[in-house]
């Protein structure tokens, strides 16, 4: 999937769409990944300060084989909005990169700033803390969460720009 699209083109285009299939992302995450622009299908995780299937995720194959071509996909972390620990770092973030996938959004934190910036990822966050998480292999993946009072569900699209983020229930081109 190319990165032709802007996320104000998509917003035009579905200003009017108050079905649900379109929505956008309040502006409070930031940029912390090498790559500015991104979309794909959405994988989500949900946990609160463990981030053990956040790894679990990206240790593994972030794309996936479609008749158009291979395709990255997008986690989406529902961390609970936690300022309290991060739920991605430098090593996680080469992880998502190595393994193909197009960007990862948390809400919650990220560490290892200087790192994540070089890492060939989209990678978007509340804040940077310097905390790591505990390890309680406590949380779900591929289940419906809502960030910043947004829903995301497993198989949307999320598409990522310098303007902002959106979600749909299908590929937008």
Known sequence: M???FATCDLGDAHKN????AFRVLPPVFRDFGGVKKFCGPVVTVKCFEDNTLVKAAVDRVGWIDTPQGRIGQVLVVD????????LLGGNLGAAAARNG????VID????DT???ALQAVGIRALASMPLPTEKRNMGQSQVAVVIQGVAVRPGDWLYADEDGIVITDAPKT
Do not use: P, Q, Y
Request: charged content about 20%; proline content about 0%.
């Open 101 to 104: 996938w197009a960007g990862v």
């Open 79 to 86: 961390g609970g909005a936690s300022l309290r620990r991060a």
């Open 17 to 20: 769409d108050f079905s649900g």
């Open 108 to 111: 919650g934190c990220v560490r």
């Open 2 to 4: 190319t990165n032709s």
């Open 114 to 116: 200087a790192e994540l």
